[in-house]
């Protein structure tokens, strides 16, 4: 069982397929990238030239989920940049 502070949150590719992600709100942005390049579901060629974006705001590196305020099933989209 993930632990209390514990969200899941998507990244959703351009296809519109959708990874779910156990994080935590302290997570740094860089994390995201990172397991998001390791996954299955969204190719890591697919990242070239494109970003994480939440509610129409680029993720920048070096900042945590809890900067831009992503909640428990938030969904953060993979955009050109």
């Given at each position: 069982m993930p632990a209390a502070d514990t969200l899941?949150?998507?990244?959703?590719?351009?296809?519109g397929i959708a990874m779910p992600m156990?994080?935590?709100?302290?997570d740094m942005v860089d994390m995201i990238w990172?397991?998001?390049?390791?996954?299955?579901a969204i190719?890591?060629?697919?990242?070239?030239?494109?970003g994480l974006f939440f509610n129409g705001k680029k993720l920048e590196r070096g900042h945590t989920l809890?900067?831009?305020?992503?909640?428990?099933g938030d969904v953060v989209r993979i955009q050109k940049v």
């Open positions: 899941i949150v998507f990244v959703k590719n351009e296809k156990y994080i935590r709100s302290s990172n397991e998001v390049g390791f996954s299955k190719n890591e060629s697919t990242l070239k030239g494109k809890s900067d831009y305020d992503i909640k428990w």
